[in-house]
Nanobody, 123 residues
């Protein structure tokens, strides 16, 4: 069992930067693919970015490519999402998830989920 806890969300202005983190505890973190999803009010949960166990394979949603960077520190059992040039449409609850399938953008393929952290971008 792996417990995931997100942090770092908040209220920022358009164009600002923010970094959210996801700390894992319980079973070892390293074997898992780690992925960020987000869910805006009234919308379905959507894929944001994913990183493989070693960090060698990374994929982004087109909507965040060039603005967001996913990374992980296996020694700290933590995955990060650096978000730059934020837009109001990035407003959502951001969730981290752990799974085993490299490159998956499907939420139903992830076993472990955090409780989410709210990111709000004002215009």
């Amino acid at each position: 069992q792996v417990q995931l806890v997100e942090s770092g969300g908040g209220l920022v202005q358009a164009g600002d930067s923010l970094r959210v983190s996801c700390a894992a505890s319980g079973r070892t973190f390293r074997p898992y693919v780690m992925t960020w999803f987000r869910q805006a009010p009234g919308k379905e949960r959507e894929f944001v970015a994913t990183i493989s166990r070693s960090g060698g394979s990374i994929y982004y949603a087109d909507s965040v490519k060039g603005r967001f960077t996913i990374s992980r520190d296996n020694a700290k059992n933590t995955v990060y999402l650096q978000m730059n040039s934020l837009k109001p449409e990035d407003t959502a609850i951001y969730y981290c998830a752990g799974g085993v399938k490299i490159g998956s953008n499907r939420s139903d393929e992830y076993t472990y989920w955090g409780q989410g952290t709210q990111v709000t971008v004002s215009s």
